[in-house]
C-alpha cells in the first residue's frame, strides 16, 4: 500500500505563490509516475501536471503551462508542485496521485493511489 500526504495549501491573494508538497510512503515501485490534480466546487477533477520519476518527464495542463512546476525529490519521495501567478480560476483541492506504471498521465483513473488533498483558495 501507498500513502500520499499533501501540505503547502493556503489562502493567498491573486498573483501570489504556493509550493505544494506530496510526501509518498509505503510500498515503492521501480517505475511510477505522479501527478497534481484539482477539483474545485461543483466541477470534475482534473488534471494539472505529471512527473515520470525515473528521467524526470512531465506533462502540464495548457491552463498551468509557465505558471506551474512539477518536481520531485527521489532521495525524501516527495512531489512539488510550485505554483507562481496565481489566480482565482486555481482555486480548487488539490490532489497528488501516483501511478504504479511508469508513464505520466492525465487520466485520473490511470493513477493507483491519491492523497487526501489540500486546499488552494486564491483571493482578488
Known amino acids: 500500500q501507498v500513502q500520499l500526504a499533501e501540505s503547502g495549501g493556503g489562502l493567498v491573494q491573486v498573483g501570489a505563490s504556493l509550493r505544494l508538497s506530496c510526501a509518498a510512503s509505503?510500498?515503492?515501485?521501480?517505475?511510477?509516475?505522479m501527478g497534481w490534480f484539482r477539483q474545485a466546487p461543483g466541477k470534475e477533477r482534473e488534471f494539472v501536471a505529471a512527473?515520470?520519476?525515473?528521467?524526470?518527464?512531465?506533462l502540464y495542463a495548457d491552463s498551468v503551462t509557465g505558471r506551474f512546476t512539477i518536481s520531485r525529490e527521489n532521495g525524501k519521495a516527495t512531489l512539488y508542485l510550485q505554483m507562481n501567478n496565481l489566480r482565482p480560476e486555481d482555486t480548487a483541492v488539490y490532489y497528488c496521485?501516483?501511478?504504479?506504471?511508469?508513464?505520466?498521465?492525465?487520466?485520473?483513473?490511470?493513477?493507483?493511489?491519491w492523497g487526501q488533498g489540500t486546499q488552494v483558495t486564491v483571493s482578488e
Open positions: 512527473i515520470r520519476w525515473i528521467g524526470g518527464s512531465t
Open positions: 496521485a501516483l501511478r504504479r506504471l511508469g508513464l505520466e498521465s492525465r487520466r485520473p483513473e490511470a493513477y493507483n493511489y
Open positions: 509505503g510500498r515503492t515501485f521501480s517505475d511510477y509516475a
